[in-house]
């Protein structure tokens, strides 16, 4: 019933920039947490960004200055996007969330949660 479908992968080259949508469907919440995660082959899951409803934002040192994420509470849908890419950033890009309704929130990064609910990933891969 819960469903996260990412989309807006592809090839870009080094420098170029790519958007990542991620809608969301199947429940509501009124506190909640939205993130971007990453994992190349045979290497683990980064967190790369995330939102939180009281609009606190994180994003891991790699991407600082280069990436933004984004929600539209509207639309269900969280965005990321990637400016400045670079060959490092070839990764499948996943949307997760956590609803936060019945949870005791943190005040460091919302990459602390334990998301319940992925997406099935899009490829992003960036030429040099």
């Known amino acids: 019933e819960v469903q996260l479908v990412e989309s807006g992968g592809g090839l870009v080259q080094a420098g170029g920039s790519l958007r990542l949508s991620c809608a969301a469907s199947?429940?509501?919440?009124?506190?909640?947490?939205i993130g971007w995660f990453r994992q190349a082959p045979g290497k683990g899951r980064e967190g790369v960004s995330c939102?939180?409803?009281?609009?606190?934002?994180y994003y891991t040192n790699s991407v600082k200055g280069r990436f933004t994420i984004s929600s539209d509470n509207a639309s269900n849908t969280v965005y990321l996007q990637m400016n400045s890419l670079k060959p490092e950033d070839t990764e499948v890009y996943y949307c997760?969330?956590?609803?936060?309704?019945?949870?005791?929130?943190?005040?460091?990064?919302?990459?602390?949660?334990?998301?319940?609910?992925w997406g099935q990933g899009t490829q992003v891969t960036v030429s040099s």
């Open positions: 939102i939180t409803s009281d609009a606190r934002a």
């Open positions: 997760a969330t956590e609803n936060l309704d019945t949870i005791l929130k943190v005040t460091t990064t919302c990459m602390l949660y334990n998301y319940d609910y």
């Open positions: 199947g429940f509501t919440f009124d506190d909640y947490a």
